[in-house]
Every structure is written in structure tokens, then in C-alpha cells.
């Protein structure tokens, strides 16, 4: 019987219609907000939304993006059982069995051709099994860039819209306060769980390189010596807790 998979027919299930919805959504919200700012600033309270609106929006690609990243574990955990059945096959099929028939009356030892049938039978099966496999484990990882590439593509959209905002915002300090309200940072050193993700720390920091008046901030994760090992991306209003989420994608992309 032939050995059958359907992995990567699930996950292309679960995943292909959500993101061709998620896409399209997106885009057409995108290109309604790009086009407020056409002749100019909005008013305040409209920017206030739009802000809003975009970090929703942004939430919304994150929370998405967290639920590929999870189908990625499940090539992680068949790529060691697929060695390790490799190795057993060649193990097996390595090992000296004698297939002539001898006669009893010769002291010899024979193994009937019904135990040579089950064990070739068997080793058919496993490597057919190990096959299959490893097609899933291409497929599903194909699944998933293709997924991640247009997902990169709308976060570069909602970055227009930042930068849209920050320069409506730059003589408005209300705005400003709207976009980075007063939070903890995580270099405060004040205890906060946020900031504690899997053996890193966490802080949001301002950009040296972005305008004083439109200060930008993004969030890096170190490691237990204070060493920086991952750096997230630059934004002016992204909210603390969107640049923490940001981060941790990473770190966990990172751990897969």
C-alpha cells in the first residue's frame, strides 16, 4: 500500500485562504488611508484613529505571522526523524543476511523466504515513508515563504503610513504624545514580564538616526551578559507593546 501524506495539503489549507483574505484586506485599508493624507493632514482627531487603525492593523499581521511561525515546528520536529530513519535503513540494509537455502543436513543455517519477503517489505515501506516525508517537509516549507514574503510586503505598506504620520506629527506635540504615551521601557529597571522573553531582555530605545522632533523607537532583545542579539524594526508610531511583539517574533524565528 502506498504510503500518503497530508500535511502540506492542511497546511496550505489552513494557511493559503486566510492570507489571500488577510492580503487583499489589508491593501485595500492601506491605499483608503494613503490617500487621506493626498492633500495633507488629516485633523488631529482623524490622525489619532488612523493611528490606531494602523497599529491594529499591524497587530493583525503579527498575530498572522505568529501562526506560520508555528507551522514551522512542524518541519523542525519530522527533519530529525527523518535522519534518524535514514540511518536505520542503512543500518538494516547493511546487515549481512545469508539468503541461500541450505539444507539441513549440512549444518548450515537457511532463513525462510518468508522472513526475507516481510524484511524487504518492510525496508519498501520505510523508505517510502521517509519519502514522503521529506516532500511534506519541502512543501510545507515552501508554504511558508511564500506567506512570509507577502506579509514583509504589507508591513513596508503600514511603513509608508508611519512615516505619513510622522511628518504630520512634527509640530504637534499632542500627536506626539499620542503616538509614544509615557510607558516603561524596560531600562528602567523596573520589574516588568513584558520585557522578559525566553532568557532575553527587552527594551524599547529611540533611534539615534530619526528626526529630534519625530523621534522613532524600536525594540532589541539581549542576552543574559547584555550583549545585543536581535534588533527590530524602526518606527514612529508603533506602539510599545506592537515593537515588543515585533521583537519577539524574532526571537522566536530565532529558536525554530
Not at 512570509?148 to 513596508?156: A, G, K
Not at 550583549?227 to 515593537?243: A, C, E, M
Request: proline share 6%; aromatic share 4%; hydrophobic share 40%.
Amino acid at each position: 500500500m502506498a504510503v500518503k501524506s497530508q500535511i502540506s495539503k492542511i497546511v496550505s489549507s489552513q494557511i493559503g485562504p486566510l492570507q489571500g483574505k488577510l492580503r487583499s484586506t489589508i491593501q485595500k485599508k492601506v491605499l483608503e488611508l494613503l490617500k487621506e493624507f493626498a492633500n495633507g493632514c488629516p485633523n488631529v482627531e482623524r490622525m489619532k484613529q488612523i493611528m490606531a487603525i494602523r497599529n491594529n492593523l499591524l497587530k493583525t499581521i503579527n498575530m498572522f505571522q505568529q501562526r506560520v511561525d508555528k507551522v514551522k515546528t512542524i518541519t523542525s520536529g519530522l527533519t530529525p526523524v527523518i535522519s534518524i530513519a535514514k540511518i536505520g535503513i542503512q543500518v538494516i540494509t547493511s546487515i549481512p543476511v545469508p539468503t541461500a537455502i541450505i539444507p539441513p543436513t549440512t549444518g548450515g543455517v537457511g532463513v525462510p523466504m518468508s522472513v526475507l519477503n516481510r524484511f524487504s517489505k518492510t525496508i519498501g515501506v520505510l523508505s517510502s515513508t521517509v519519502d514522503v516525508l521529506e516532500a511534506d517537509v519541502k512543501a510545507v516549507n515552501s508554504i511558508v515563504t511564500s506567506v512570509s514574503i507577502p506579509l514583509n510586503t504589507l508591513r513596508d505598506k503600514l511603513q509608508a503610513i508611519d512615516i505619513k504620520i510622522a511628518d504630520c506629527s512634527k509640530n504637534n506635540p499632542e500627536l506626539q504624545a499620542t503616538a509614544q504615551p509615557p510607558a516603561n521601557t524596560g531600562s528602567e529597571g523596573v520589574p516588568d514580564s513584558n520585557y522578559l522573553y525566553k532568557g532575553y531582555t527587552l527594551e524599547i530605545i529611540e533611534d539615534p538616526n530619526s528626526p529630534k522632533i519625530a523621534i522613532r523607537r524600536y525594540a532589541i532583545a539581549k542576552d543574559s551578559r547584555g550583549n545585543i542579539r536581535l534588533i527590530g524594526q524602526s518606527s514612529f508610531s508603533s506602539s510599545t507593546q506592537v515593537l515588543l511583539d515585533e521583537i519577539k517574533f524574532k526571537i522566536d524565528n530565532q529558536l525554530l
